[in-house]
């Protein structure tokens, strides 16, 4: 059984590398998305991922390899599906994914992804933070 899912898992990643199997997605899609991994990786969060804390570094990480999978598959067509599908909860567990930024509360990542985006898209006030922190 493990060997089949490394060998699931292997040509799902080689085909996430070939060229054009995103190109279903837009360009603002994958610069929308591509800015929530920055924002993940470049915050002093802390990730909160089946029980363990991981450092924002680690959990951009883990993201970009849960949407290089999705989007193999043909599953993330906006930024919204790619928080939704990729960035909410666990794939194996279902538990969710939480952030805990500078000391502070726990905050759902699927919460703290859509404000950044929606920052990002430009929908709140202009000169507020990229991402939260």
């Known amino acids: 059984m493990k060997n089949r ?7 799902i990643t080689w085909l996430a590398l070939l ?11 994958r610069a929308e998305i591509t800015h929530l ?11 909160l991922r089946n029980g363990r804390w991981y450092d924002a ?7 970009r390899n849960k949407y290089q999978l999705l989007s193999a598959a043909g599953q993330i ?7 939704a599908k990729a960035a909410s909860k666990s794939s194996f567990s279902g538990q969710p994914y939480g952030l ?6 726990l905050v759902a990542s699927a919460q703290w992804l859509t ?18 922190t």
């Open 100 to 105: 805990r930024c500078a000391g502070g509360a």
């Open 57 to 63: 570094r680690q959990a951009a990480t883990h993201l």
């Open 37 to 47: 991994l920055d924002a993940v990786e470049s915050s002093s969060c802390e990730f």
């Open 77 to 83: 067509d906006t930024a919204e599906d790619f928080i």
């Open 5 to 11: 899912y490394a060998v699931l898992l292997a040509v």
């Open 19 to 29: 060229p054009g199997v995103m190109a279903a997605q837009s360009t603002t899609t």
């Open 115 to 132: 404000a950044v985006l929606a920052r990002y898209r430009g929908a709140l006030a202009p000169g507020e933070a990229t991402h939260p």
